[in-house]
C-alpha cells in the first residue's frame, strides 16, 4: 500500500520524459480476466510506472470473467505484435492452450495474480492465496472464539486462487471447534454472491460468520441477510482489501465487513519485472507478494493512506495533461539551462578564487602564530638565563642577610646588605618587566600578566616558618636541574632539614626517582634531554612515583606558562628567583598534606566494624584510588597466608622496594604492618559480630597459627582475644 515514493519519482520521471519525443521500444500485452476497482488500480500502477522507462507502450484487454473472450484477446494481442505478454488467466485450465501458443511463438509470458497448469511460462508473480485463506481461518477461529457456523462464498469455479484460498480456509479450521456449514459457488461478482446466498435452503438464522473470498461477494451476501431480515446479522470477511470510495478497507472501517485481507496489486512490480525479462537482466521466476488482514484496528490509518495515495494519483493525471506544455517551454529551457552552466562555472570560478585568497590567508595568519611562538620562545630562554643568576645572586644574599654575623654587623654594613638586596629587587622587577613587554607587545597586558603570575614573593612577602629538622630530616628531597649552581644553592637551603639527591636533567632524574622514590621532587623546567615537564607528567603517570609532590621551579613566568606547569601535574609552580622561605614553606605544606592522608587512611583502617572501606575524604584522587585497590586487594586476599609483598607488588606491577616506599609513603606503614593491621582489625571485627572459635578466626584472616595471632592480637589492642570476648559478654549480659 506504499505509494507513496513511487508517485514521487513519477513526478519527475514524467517531466523528463515529456521533455523528449518518445520512440516505442517495447509493446507489451496486458490480459485481465475481469473488470473491477482491483484490476482498475492494478493497470493504473502499470501504466504510472511505464511513465518512468523510455518507449514502453502498453496494451490492456479485459475478459470480464469469461475464458472464451480471453483466449481470443490472447490470441489478437499476440498477433498485434506484443513483445510480453502479461496474464491473468480466467481459470487454471481453460486459457492455457492460448498462453502455450503464445510461448511457443518466442514471447514472454508472466503469469499474475491467478495459476494455469502448463509449465509454459516465464516468470509468475502472485500473493500466497494459500496463505491468505489460511490467515483468514486463523482470524475466524480467534474472532469466534474457537466455535460456531461459518458459510463460505467461493471464486469462480477452476480458478487458482478460489481453490487455494478454500484449501487454506479448510485447513486452518479443521482442528478447530467451528463448523463451516456451506460451501456456496459464486463468481467474483456481487450479484453472483447475493444470488448463492438467496437461494441457500439452510437456516440463515445459524450463521455466526460469511467468509467470502473476495469483498464484492461479501457485500452480494450481507444484502441476501438484510433482506431476508435475519434479526442479528453475521460478520461479514472479504478479501482484495481496495483502497478508496468503497473499497475493502472503507467497508472494514464503517463496520460493513469485520475484516478484510489486502490483496497486492503492485502493477508497479509486474512492469518492472516484464521489463527485466525483456532487457535481459537477471529476474525471479517464482515472485510471492505479502500483505496483510485489514480489521476495525487497523482500518482508519489503512483508509487515510489509500486516500493520500488517490490524492498523489490525481496529481499525477494532472501532471501528465501539463507535460505537452513543458514541451513548448524545452527551447526556452535549453537557453536558460546553458546561461545557468555558464553562470555556475562563472561563480565557481569566483568561489575558488575566494577560497585561494582566504587560503593564503590562513597560511599567512599561520606564519605569523609560528613566528610569535618562535619569539615567545626566544624571550623564555633570555628570561630562563636572566632569573638563573638572579636567582643565585638573590639566594645567597638571603642567606648571607640571615647569618649570625650579618645580625652583628655594624649599621653601615646592615644598610650595604639593605642596599643590594633592594637592587636586586628592582633588577628583577626591571627584567620581569621588559620580558613582559616584549613577550606582549602591551604595558596593559604587562600589568595584567604581572598581577596573575607575579614575581615569587621574597621572604619579606611571606614569613613562613622553616620546617623543624627532626620531624623532616627522614623526608628525601629529588633536586632535577641541570644547573649545577642552582642545585648546589638548593641542596644549601634544603639540607638542613631534609635528605637531598641531586640529578641533572629530566632523565636522570626520572630513573633516580623509581630508584630511591623520594617524599618530594623540586625539578626546574627547561632542561636537556627532558625537560621538566615531561618529567613531571612521566611521574604522575608511573605507579610507582605518582604520589610524590613535584614542584616546578623555573624562569618561565607567564600565566601560560603556569597553567602548562599544573596541566602536567605539578603541585606547585614558583618562579625564580625564589625566596628560601617560600620554597621551604611550600614542601612544608605539601608534605603535610601527605601526612594528612596517611592519617585519613590509617582513621579509615581502624575502623571496628569494616577494617577496609573508601576514605572520607579524597585529598589526592590518584592516591585514594591506589589506597582503595590496595585495600580492597588486601581484604580480598586477606585469608591467604602465603599473601605477602611479592604478591601485592606483582598485583600493581611494582618491586618490592617500590611498593615499599610508596605504602609507606602514602600509609606510614611498610606493607606487612599494613596487611598485618587490617588482618587483626578484622579479626577483632569477627570476634564482635560472630561466635567463631579463636582459631576459626585466626586461620579466617591469615594466621598460620592460633598462637601467634593471640600474640599479635595483644600487641595491637593490649587484650587477648579471649579478653575481648568476655568483654563483649559481659556488656551483652
Not at 614569613?463 to 627532626?470: N, R
Request: net charge negative; aromatic share 6%; charged share 25%.
Amino acid at each position: 500500500m506504499n505509494f507513496r515514493l513511487l508517485y514521487l519519482t513519477i513526478i519527475t520521471a514524467i517531466i523528463c520524459c515529456a521533455c523528449t519525443n518518445r520512440k516505442t521500444k517495447y509493446v507489451i500485452g496486458v490480459s485481465q480476466c475481469s473488470e473491477d476497482i482491483w484490476r482498475d488500480w492494478q493497470n493504473s500502477e502499470m501504466l504510472l510506472e511505464s511513465t518512468l522507462h523510455d518507449g514502453v507502450e502498453l496494451r490492456f484487454a479485459t475478459a470480464r470473467d469469461d475464458s472464451k473472450r480471453q483466449i481470443l484477446q490472447i490470441d489478437s494481442l499476440v498477433e498485434s505484435g506484443i513483445q510480453l505478454l502479461i496474464v491473468a488467466p480466467n481459470q487454471l485450465a481453460s486459457v492455457t492452450p492460448a498462453i502455450n501458443r503464445a510461448y511457443d511463438q518466442g514471447i514472454p509470458v508472466i503469469v499474475f495474480e491467478r495459476k494455469t497448469d502448463s509449465p509454459k511460462y516465464t516468470a509468475f508473480m502472485s500473493a500466497d492465496n494459500y496463505e491468505i485463506g489460511h490467515t483468514m481461518g486463523e482470524y475466524v477461529e480467534m474472532r469466534l472464539h474457537g466455535k460456531g457456523h461459518v458459510m463460505e462464498i467461493l471464486g469462480l469455479k477452476g480458478s487458482s486462487p478460489a481453490e487455494e484460498r478454500h484449501k487454506g480456509f479448510i485447513d486452518a479450521l479443521k482442528d478447530s471447534g467451528i463448523e463451516i456449514v456451506a460451501s456456496l459457488q459464486s463468481d467474483w461478482t456481487e450479484e453472483k454472491g447475493y444470488e448463492v446466498v438467496k437461494h441457500y435452503k439452510g437456516d440463515l438464522t445459524d450463521i455466526d460468520l460469511v467468509f467470502a473470498h473476495n469483498d464484492r461477494s461479501a457485500l452480494g451476501a450481507r444484502r441476501a441477510f438484510q433482506e431476508a431480515k435475519v434479526e442479528k446479522l453475521p460478520l461479514f470477511c472479504g478479501i482484495d482489501g481496495l483502497p478508496g470510495k468503497n473499497g475493502g478497507i472503507q467497508m472494514v472501517r464503517d463496520d460493513v465487513l469485520d475484516a478484510s485481507y489486502i490483496y497486492p496489486t503492485r502493477g508497479d512490480q509486474l512492469l518492472q519485472l516484464a521489463l527485466a525479462i525483456l532487457n535481459g537482466e537477471p529476474y525471479e521466476k517464482e515472485t510471492m507478494l505479502t500483505s496483510a488482514i485489514v480489521t476495525s484496528e487497523n482500518a482508519n490509518v489503512l483508509m487515510l493512506e489509500g486516500d493520500e495515495v488517490m490524492r498523489q494519483a490525481q496529481r499525477m493525471t494532472r501532471l501528465k495533461e501539463k507535460a505537452d506544455v513543458y514541451i513548448q517551454q524545452l527551447g526556452t529551457q535549453k537557453v536558460i539551462s546553458i546561461l545557468a552552466l555558464i553562470l555556475i562555472f562563472l561563480l565557481l570560478l569566483m568561489i575558488v578564487g575566494i577560497y585561494y585568497y582566504f587560503l593564503q590567508r590562513a597560511r599567512l595568519n599561520e606564519e605569523i602564530n609560528r613566528m610569535e611562538r618562535e619569539k615567545l620562545d626566544f624571550y623564555t630562554q633570555v628570561s630562563h638565563e636572566l632569573r638563573t643568576p638572579l636567582t643565585l645572586i638573590q639566594g645567597p644574599l638571603e642567606e648571607l642577610t640571615e647569618t649570625q654575623e650579618a645580625k652583628d654587623a655594624s649599621p653601615e654594613t646592615k644598610n650595604l646588605y639593605t642596599i643590594l638586596r633592594r637592587n636586586t629587587n628592582q633588577l628583577t622587577e626591571l627584567i620581569n618587566k621588559m620580558l613582559d613587554v616584549q613577550a606582549t607587545g602591551s604595558l596593559d597586558i604587562i600589568s595584567t600578566d604581572h598581577q596573575e603570575v607575579a614575581m615569587t614573593p621574597t621572604a619579606t612577602d611571606l614569613q613562613a616558618e622553616s620546617p623543624k629538622t627532626d620531624e623532616n630530616q627522614s623526608s628525601t628531597i629529588l633536586i632535577v636541574d641541570d644547573n649545577a649552581d642552582i642545585r648546589t644553592l638548593l641542596r644549601r637551603i634544603l639540607q638542613k632539614h631534609y635528605q637531598v639527591n641531586e640529578a641533572d636533567d629530566g632523565q636522570q632524574g626520572l630513573a633516580l626517582a623509581n630508584e630511591v622514590v623520594p617524599d618530594l621532587i623540586v625539578s626546574d623546567v627547561m632542561m636537556p634531554v627532558m625537560n621538566g615537564l615531561e618529567f613531571c607528567q612521566r611521574i604522575k603517570n608511573n605507579m610507582a612515583t605518582s604520589h610524590i609532590p613535584v614542584i616546578l621551579l623555573t624562569a618561565r613566568a607567564l600565566s601560560k606558562h603556569q597553567v602548562e606547569g599544573y596541566e602536567s601535574g605539578a603541585d606547585a609552580y614558583i618562579t625564580k628567583p625564589f625566596s628560601a622561605d617560600v620554597l621551604l614553606a611550600r614542601i612544608d605544606n605539601l608534605l603535610k598534606n601527605r601526612l594528612r592522608l596517611k592519617g585519613i587512611f590509617n582513621s579509615d583502617e581502624k575502623k571496628e566494624v569494616q577494617p577496609i572501606e573508601t576514605p572520607a575524604e579524597e585529598p589526592q584522587k590518584k592516591e585514594d584510588a591506589f589506597i582503595i585497590k590496595l585495600r580492597d586487594f588486601i581484604e580480598r586476599n586477606m585469608s591467604d597466608s602465603e599473601l605477602g609483598v611479592e604478591a601485592i607488588g606483582a598485583e600493581f606491577s611494582l618491586s618490592r622496594v617500590q611498593l615499599y616506599r610508596k605504602v609507606k609513603a602514602l600509609t606510614g606503614q611498610s606493607p606487612v604492618e599494613l596487611l598485618r593491621t587490617a588482618r587483626l582489625h578484622k579479626a577483632r571485627c569477627l570476634l564482635q559480630q560472630t561466635n567463631k572459635s579463636i582459631s576459626e578466626i585466626a586461620y579466617e584472616v591469615g594466621f598460620t597459627a592460633p598462637s601467634y595471632f593471640t600474640k599479635c592480637f595483644r600487641d595491637e589492642f593490649g587484650a587477648s582475644p579471649t579478653d575481648l570476648i568476655s568483654q563483649e559478654q559481659g556488656s551483652t549480659a
